[in-house]
């Protein structure tokens, strides 16, 4: 669950022969076990990398009741819902840190011989921040502990970052249309919604779109777990246009200004979501929600055209479940999301006039018709029946309205 960084060097390889060497201290590899090391290496620090984007920090000073810095102070960081541990120790002034946290409830320990051990609970490390948990060392013996609950202080001075956190309880407690998620990014500053327009393609995105810093909708940058979650539009909707995943997703952080080395550059915002996690107690959840348009109010084009309100229903369904496999060392968890939709629409549409079909265009006479353009005239709406005619332009086409159906199933 968590990772020591250590750094190891390289010599580069040999100018004059075709093998590479590795020596360092004694140790001494050449050939493809070299070139093997290395990809190995690249590997290891690029896994690092990416759990920069996912995961937090804590650290903090331990003082004496005087306010002088402890040095060799043990400190031992619980996950508290999996058991987790991780041990450090204060350096000569004191500080220590502990990086790569993944989010969650955390509870820091900190010891030393002559001291009481000190207890910092209920701190939560959320995604791209750093808790800062100080300890004050009361003289006394080890088998005392005071024990301190309250949260740790993100006032973030290690970074020039701009970001907000959206938290697991937001995601699971805000009201979400359609569950979609895009809808807690307009809640943080410098966030604006991009109006929708009626004729959105997949090349432009079918959903919600932000807006950051003036960008356009196309340029933010959206990972899940460090990975790129961006279709072909650069956004993150999936068939039904909204960006899902509300039962997975323990929170994700939008950063809007000055992002770090560790994100490819983005004119836009950087949305970074982590996934959540088994623990040591089994847990699940399960939901379904129903829209239809038994509520909903007529669309202009409805009325315009004298028509009826189009048919309307939505159901989403699934759930989730997490649990230990090996109690304090090995966790589960999946979920699932479905959607059964279906969607009708009143569609105003610019199509031909039916007396195209015998060679007719406007007043002129009738012309011959190509025999190779009549299998496309047959496939093509035409004005009359099914399509009313609204409005005759006099150029062989007319504006006419019509039901469209949309159907989308998606899981």
């Known amino acids: 669950m968590f990772q020591q960084v250590r750094k190891y060097n390289l010599i580069e390889e040999d100018a004059v022969s075709k093998n590479s060497v590795c020596e360092r201290g004694g140790l001494r590899i050449s050939g493809w076990t070299g070139r093997g090391l290395v990809l190995f290496l690249f590997l290891f620090y690029a896994s690092l990398a990416v759990a920069q984007l996912t995961r937090g920090t804590i650290s903090g000073t331990v003082t004496d009741q005087t306010g002088g810095a402890v040095p060799g102070a043990a400190i031992t960081i619980t996950h508290v819902d999996t058991g987790v541990t991780r041990a450090s120790e204060t350096g000569a002034r004191g500080r220590y840190e502990a ?8 509870e820091v320990r900190a010891s030393l011989a002559g001291f009481q051990t000190s207890i910092r609970a209920g701190i939560t490390v ?12 009361q003289v006394g013996e080890v088998a005392q502990t005071v024990t301190v609950t309250g949260e740790a202080t993100f006032v973030e001075t290690t970074s020039a970052t701009v970001s907000q956190v ?5 995601v699971e407690d805000l009201p979400l249309p359609g569950r979609d998620m ?3 990014t307009f809640l943080q500053p410098g966030v604006l919604r991009i109006p929708q327009r009626n004729d959105q393609r997949a090349m432009s995105g079918m959903g919600e779109k932000m807006t950051v810093a ?6 933010n940058n959206f990972l899940i777990d460090g990975v ?25 952080q939008i950063i809007t200004n000055n992002y770090s080395a560790e994100y490819r550059s983005q004119a836009g915002a950087i949305v970074s979501a982590v996934t959540k996690s088994g623990t040591n107690a089994l847990h699940g959840s399960l939901f379904w929600t129903h829209r239809n348009d038994n509520l909903d109010a007529a669309r202009w084009e409805d009325n315009a055209f004298g028509g009826v309100k189009p048919e309307f229903k939505r159901n989403q369904f699934g759930g989730s479940l997490g649990g230990p496999i090996v109690p304090d060392q090995t966790f589960f968890f999946g979920s699932y999301e479905g959607l059964r939709e279906r969607l009708d629409r009143t569609e105003v549409i610019r199509i031909l006039h039916p007396d195209v079909l015998q060679g007719i265009i406007g007043s002129d006479p009738a012309i011959p018709i190509d ?8 496939i093509m709406p035409v004005g009359g029946g099914k399509f009313p005619i609204l409005e005759d332009f006099g150029d062989g086409t007319v504006r006419s309205a019509g039901t469209s159906s949309i159907p989308t199933d998606d899981d």
Not at 99 to 106: M, V
Not at 214 to 219: P, T
Not at 371 to 378: C, G, K, T
């Open 99 to 106: 990086p790569s946290l993944p989010a969650g409830n955390y």
């Open 126 to 137: 959320i995604i791209g921040r750093t808790a800062v948990v100080d300890h004050v060392l």
């Open 166 to 170: 959206v938290e697991q309880q937001k």
């Open 182 to 184: 895009m809808e807690l």
């Open 214 to 219: 003036g960008a356009r909708g196309q340029q």
């Open 228 to 252: 790129s979650n961006n279709d072909l539009s650069g956004n993150p909707q999936g068939a039904s246009g909204a960006f899902l995943g509300a039962e997975s997703v323990q929170e994700f």
């Open 371 to 378: 025999p190779d353009i009549q299998p496309y005239l047959a």
